[in-house]
């Protein structure tokens, strides 16, 4: 190659970097700064709760207000997460502005009132929107650069909300297909999910840190070794139950959502019975710790995500969750699936800790990341996450959980459009290319 050649291909190959460095930073500074306003509105939305207790009860009526808002201005927002996976896959009409103010006010009135909702789907969708418009402002009409672009802005918003960059940068690939990472996306999803994880800690905002106390143990000659056998195989039968109950999570969304939907046609009006179900779980359960993110228990004591990691037993408490989670999600209340994961996986690990006699904080921890995997479908961006928020040193324990979660939950998951590339089971090959709406019922697609 000659000396003008190389020039050439150095001026082509700085374009191309500038270009997409002019794409990705104002994006994921963008997505960033709201979630970082997003995570500062939820608090304040939880202390509100707290102080006002009564307010559970406008449950109803705050859903059906949401209902009514994106009734009149959502359209294609309605479509959530599930939009922007579609819009990756087989780029179109592109994702709506409007889709990042109508989720995040539809996310912080369900908290404020005390819907067991997460956050997750809340910055993805952020992200998407935010990514789908730089597209559009630009100009872009290459499939290829729109895809990267919407995959970098779920990972922009994945990794704010949660302060988990890496995890965050895996997650934006891996969640597009079932059992396959999109690789060559991966310097734009890296790039987009460190700035935003940065830009939202530079407003100060921090996440709850969740401390596990297991470290492994010595080995026989006093050394730290990363896997105990014995343990190692308590913790891949508590993954067995991790999956199962990602399965049962998800199914139990859509199947509820399917049978609301021909109860009550009127879209708007189903948010009213989600609230009015939730109320009377409360009064059913005796309880208020399932409201909510359910990090942090509101009374001392109580069930709650960073109390599973301790001396305390729950046995319940995770079913009570999912119950919870299930009613107002189906019901179309706004939020996200992530966080109230999180809340059943460390609480069933807390639950079956005693009857594995296994540590109960390390139980919590896997089932912590594993309830997510099998029901997102991302076994390595969710072992990653546990090394993010808990250490290295049970990285095994957190691997093992993820994929032996991700094989159990079966061909299912919260996210419908993701296609399955790589199926869980041999004699399913036939449901590659299908999209898990179609999959999950063992039939093609239309």
Same mark, same amino acid.
Request: charged content about 10%; hydrophobic content about 55%; overall charge positive.
């Given at each position: 190659?000659?000396?003008?050649?190389?020039?050439?291909?150095?001026?082509?190959?700085?374009?191309?970097?500038?270009?997409?460095?002019?794409?990705?930073?104002?994006?994921?500074?963008?997505?960033?700064?709201?979630?970082?306003?997003?995570?500062?509105?939820?608090?304040?939305?939880?202390?509100?709760?707290?102080?006002?207790?009564?307010?559970?009860?406008?449950?109803?009526?705050?859903?059906?207000?949401?209902?009514?808002?994106?009734?009149?201005?959502?359209?294609?927002?309605?479509?959530?997460?599930?939009?922007?996976?579609?819009?990756?896959?087989?780029?179109?009409?592109?994702?709506?502005?409007?889709?990042?103010?109508?989720?995040?006010?539809?996310?912080?009135?369900?908290?404020?009132?005390?819907?067991?909702?997460?956050?997750?789907?809340?910055?993805?969708?952020?992200?998407?929107?935010?990514?789908?418009?730089?597209?559009?402002?630009?100009?872009?009409?290459?499939?290829?650069?729109?895809?990267?672009?919407?995959?970098?802005?779920?990972?922009?918003?994945?990794?704010?909300?949660?302060?988990?960059?890496?995890?965050?940068?895996?997650?934006?690939?891996?969640?597009?297909?079932?059992?396959?990472?999109?690789?060559?996306?991966?310097?734009?999803?890296?790039?987009?999910?460190?700035?935003?994880?940065?830009?939202?800690?530079?407003?100060?905002?921090?996440?709850?840190?969740?401390?596990?106390?297991?470290?492994?143990?010595?080995?026989?000659?006093?050394?730290?070794?990363?896997?105990?056998?014995?343990?190692?195989?308590?913790?891949?039968? =508590?993954?067995?139950?991790?999956?199962?109950?990602?399965?049962?999570?998800?199914?139990?969304?859509?199947?509820?959502?399917?049978?609301?939907?021909?109860?009550?046609?009127?879209?708007?009006?189903?948010?009213?019975?989600?609230?009015?179900?939730?109320?009377?779980?409360?009064?059913?359960?005796?309880?208020?710790?399932?409201?909510?993110?359910?990090?942090?228990?509101?009374?001392?004591?109580?069930?709650?995500?960073?109390?599973?990691?301790?001396?305390?037993?729950?046995?319940? =408490?995770?079913?009570?969750?999912?119950?919870?989670?299930?009613?107002?999600?189906?019901?179309?209340?706004?939020?996200?699936?992530?966080?109230?994961?999180?809340?059943?996986?460390?609480?069933?690990?807390?639950?079956?800790?005693?009857?594995?006699?296994?540590? =109960?904080?390390?139980?919590?921890?896997?089932?912590?990341? =594993?309830?997510?995997?099998?029901?997102?479908?991302?076994?390595?961006?969710?072992?990653?996450?546990?090394?993010?928020?808990?250490?290295?040193?049970?990285?095994?324990?957190?691997?093992?959980?993820?994929?032996?979660?991700?094989?159990?939950?079966?061909?299912?998951?919260?996210?419908?459009?993701?296609?399955?590339?790589?199926?869980?089971?041999?004699?399913?090959?036939?449901?590659?290319?299908?999209?898990?709406?179609?999959?999950?019922?063992?039939?093609?697609?239309?």
């Amino acid at each position: 190659m000659n000396i003008a050649a190389l020039a050439r291909a150095v001026a082509r190959q700085s374009e191309g970097l500038l270009k997409w460095a002019s794409l990705l930073l104002p994006m994921a500074a963008c997505v960033g700064t709201l979630c970082a306003l997003f995570l500062w509105l939820l608090d304040r939305a939880a202390q509100t709760r707290l102080l006002h207790p009564w307010l559970l009860y406008g449950l109803p009526v705050a859903g059906v207000a949401v209902g009514l808002l994106y009734y009149a201005w959502g359209r294609a927002a309605e479509g959530g997460n599930n939009l922007i996976v579609d819009q990756i896959h087989e780029p179109g009409g592109g994702v709506p502005l409007r889709m990042a103010p109508l989720v995040l006010v539809g996310t912080v009135v369900s908290h404020l009132f005390g819907a067991s909702v997460g956050r997750e789907g809340t910055a993805v969708q952020m992200g998407g929107s935010i990514a789908s418009t730089v597209g559009r402002v630009w100009r872009l009409i290459n499939p290829y650069e729109i895809r990267v672009l919407l995959m970098s802005g779920i990972a922009a918003g994945f990794s704010a909300v949660f302060g988990t960059p890496v995890a965050g940068a895996v997650f934006g690939m891996e969640v597009i297909r079932v059992g396959r990472i999109d690789y060559d996306a991966l310097v734009p999803v890296a790039l987009s999910a460190i700035v935003a994880d940065w830009t939202c800690h530079a407003w100060g905002m921090e996440h709850v840190p969740y401390h596990l106390a297991f470290q492994g143990y010595a080995g026989a000659d006093g050394h730290f070794f990363h896997a105990d056998l014995l343990l190692l195989g308590k913790v891949m039968v =508590a993954a067995v139950a991790f999956g199962l109950a990602s399965l049962v999570f998800a199914e139990s969304v859509h199947r509820l959502a399917a049978r609301l939907r021909q109860v009550c046609p009127v879209v708007w009006l189903r948010p009213a019975l989600g609230g009015i179900a939730t109320i009377a779980l409360v009064w059913l359960c005796g309880s208020r710790d399932y409201l909510g993110l359910g990090i942090i228990a509101p009374e001392a004591g109580g069930a709650s995500i960073t109390n599973f990691f301790g001396s305390g037993h729950y046995p319940l =408490a995770w079913a009570w969750k999912l119950v919870f989670t299930v009613v107002v999600l189906a019901a179309g209340f706004k939020g996200g699936e992530v966080t109230p994961l999180f809340f059943i996986g460390a609480g069933l690990g807390n639950a079956l800790a005693p009857l594995l006699h296994a540590p =109960a904080d390390l139980l919590a921890g896997v089932g912590f990341v =594993a309830v997510f995997a099998g029901a997102a479908n991302t076994p390595l961006a969710c072992t990653l996450m546990g090394v993010e928020l808990f250490g290295t040193a049970d990285i095994v324990y957190f691997a093992t959980g993820c994929f032996v979660a991700y094989i159990c939950s079966g061909h299912s998951g919260i996210y419908l459009s993701q296609r399955v590339a790589v199926p869980k089971r041999h004699q399913a090959r036939g449901m590659i290319g299908m999209a898990l709406r179609q999959a999950r019922m063992g039939r093609p697609e239309p």
